[in-house]
């Protein structure tokens, strides 16, 4: 078994910390940015991206041959091939710009470290994404990129706080909801942002009810974040007198909550939930409190909304998938990546940032008859591995 020292859990918390908070400024300062300092940004950071995969990913260098990054403008994107994760899969060590991590060390590294963050070769957080189609995606990236991402997620709720002076010394306290395993996004972040300027307090979300529900009760968070289901879950808990808090900001993540949850969570809370929509391949966004349309970080990721044949689809229609490219990692370069969530573009009203609905995705909640199973507990079986169990798991078991 492997160990892990709390010199090395506090080294990395310390360097995270570090991390984001040198990069919130910056990304506070970006919410309020013109459509013309937005494609600017866009333009330099696609350039550094396609420049970098070109000359460091053997798997790129031979799919973008003949481009000139240097040159290259956002509304050429649609020439370039589509991404899949079968593709990303199969062509991992070619993909990838550090010769030193291959797919199996990678995934050695998820399998030792699925229960505390441990960056591999001290430089890289490995993470692991299921879905429905049965196939496991791996996400490598530095530290630092994925501080990139963290800031991207936190930065509304932390305008706020610097508007009021800044985070306590310890670091703004929130409760997490979540993944139970630290190969999974929402895992790693909560095990690896132990300080300043966050300060996470993680409660596995595949744990029985009743144990989240009294580990709440302890805690008393004054920010709550949680599964969108759990959340769900939690509101009639509330007034069935069994819960007791009263968070002062909730957040609800990983699927949308529907209008009536919606409307329902903030009655009973009397605070109004936020939306917020990360995936592991990078790209966040979140809704005002008590809305439904999401405001994704397109300086991070530029994002395509097509229909099943890569084609731009019209605002106000559903996609059948997103095209990302994500700016910031260019540890494992993702170029017009297949998503399979299903957007729908929403008026922004002068807003340079992509404002959309999200109807969902292929790999939602499993149903069985008249049982249904959150796909956060078929990523995440009883081993914390991350790996897909051999057979269905019951459903609220713990993780």
Same mark, same amino acid.
């Given at each position: ?17 570090? =991390? ?10 970006? &919410? ?17 991206? /396609? ?22 403008? %956002? ?5 370039? %091939? ?17 010769? !030193? ?53 936190? !930065? ?6 610097? =508007?009021?002076?800044? %985070? ?49 009760? @302890?805690?008393?968070?004054?920010? /709550? ?7 769900? /879950? ?41 939306? @917020? ?10 809704? @005002?409190? $008590? ?22 689809? =019209? ?29 729908? !573009?929403? #008026? ?13 995705? =292929? ?12 796909? &956060? ?15 269905? $798991?019951? #459903?609220?078991?713990?993780?």
């Amino acid at each position: 078994m492997t160990v892990i020292t709390n010199d090395a859990a506090a080294g990395l918390s310390e360097r995270f910390g570090r =991390a984001m908070a040198s990069r919130l400024p910056q990304h506070i300062d970006r &919410l309020g940015w013109n459509a013309r300092q937005l494609a600017a940004h866009q333009r330099e950071q696609l350039r550094a991206l /396609l420049a970098a995969a070109v000359e460091r990913s053997p798997f790129h260098a031979r799919r973008l041959a003949g481009i000139d990054p240097g040159r290259f403008e %956002p509304a050429q994107l649609a020439e370039l %091939p589509v991404m899949t994760k079968q593709q990303m899969m199969a062509n991992f060590d070619e993909l990838l710009t550090s010769r !030193r991590v291959t797919r199996a060390r990678a995934e050695q590294h998820l399998a030792a470290f699925a229960r505390e963050p441990v960056l591999l070769d001290g430089q890289y957080v490995c993470l692991a994404s299921g879905g429905s189609s049965g196939v496991r995606g791996v996400f490598v990236q530095t530290a630092e990129e994925y501080a990139e991402m963290a800031a991207s997620v936190l !930065r509304p709720a932390m305008a706020a706080v610097f =508007a009021m002076g800044g %985070p306590p010394p310890g670091g703004l306290p929130v409760t997490m909801v979540a993944a139970a395993s630290a190969v999974h996004s929402s895992g790693f972040a909560a095990a690896a942002a132990r300080g300043y300027p966050v300060n996470m307090t993680s409660i596995p979300a595949t744990l029985p009810a009743g144990e989240i529900v009294g580990r709440l009760n @302890q805690a008393q968070p004054r920010a /709550l974040l949680v599964h969108a289901s759990t959340l769900v /879950l939690l509101a009639g808990e509330q007034r069935a007198g069994r819960l007791r808090i009263c968070p002062r900001a909730i957040t609800a993540v990983s699927e949308p909550l529907t209008d009536d949850d919606r409307i329902a969570i903030g009655d009973t809370f009397g605070v109004p939930p936020v939306s @917020q929509f990360t995936s592991t391949e990078g790209l966040a966004g979140y809704s @005002q409190p $008590g809305g439904a349309v999401i405001r994704f970080a397109t300086d991070t990721c530029i994002v395509e909304l097509v229909d099943q044949d890569n084609r731009p689809v =019209a605002d106000g229609t559903p996609s059948a998938k997103v095209l990302l490219t994500n700016l910031h990692n260019h540890t494992q370069p993702l170029i017009r990546y297949e998503l399979t969530d299903r957007f729908i !573009r929403r #008026p922004a009203h002068g807003d340079p940032y992509l404002h959309a609905t999200v109807e969902g995705r =292929a790999d939602e909640a499993f149903r069985y008859g008249t049982v249904t199973v959150d796909a &956060l507990m078929i990523r995440t079986p009883p081993d914390g591995s991350g790996r897909p169990p051999d057979a269905p $798991g019951t #459903p609220g078991s713990g993780g």
